[in-house]
C-alpha cells in the first residue's frame, strides 16, 4: 500500500469520527431551547465548513494520487488539525 493511500485511508477513518461528532452535536443542539442553540448551531456550521475542507482535500489526493502527494500533505493535515481542534472547542461548550 502506497504512503499516500495509507494516509488517506487513516484520514477518512478519523473524518467518520468527526462527523459521528458534528451529528451528535447537532442533536444537542435541537434539544436547546435557549440563546445558547443559536451559538451552538453556528459552530456546528463552523464545523460541517471544516469537515467539507479536510474532504475535498482528501478526494484531491485520491484524483491526483501519488504525484500529488507532497503538495497536498501538508493541506490535509493542517485541515486535520483545524477540524479537530475545533470539534474539541465545541465539545467543550456542549458539556457546559
Not at 494516509?7 to 477513518?13: C, D, F, M, S, T
Not at 484524483?63 to 465539545?91: F, M, P, T, V, Y
Request: hydrophobic share 35%; proline share 0%; charged share 40%.
Amino acid at each position: 500500500m502506497s504512503e499516500a493511500k495509507a494516509y488517506r485511508e487513516k484520514y477518512e477513518a478519523k473524518l467518520d469520527e468527526w462527523e459521528a461528532e458534528i451529528t451528535k452535536m447537532k442533536a444537542k443542539a435541537r434539544q436547546e431551547k435557549s440563546d445558547a442553540s443559536i451559538d451552538l448551531q453556528h459552530k456546528i456550521e463552523d464545523l460541517e465548513a471544516k469537515y467539507t475542507v479536510l474532504k475535498k482535500k482528501l478526494n484531491e489526493l485520491s484524483n491526483h494520487g501519488n504525484n500529488a502527494w507532497d503538495e497536498l500533505k501538508s493541506g490535509i493535515e493542517e485541515a486535520g488539525s483545524d477540524l479537530s481542534g475545533s470539534i474539541k472547542a465545541a465539545a467543550h461548550k456542549f458539556d457546559k
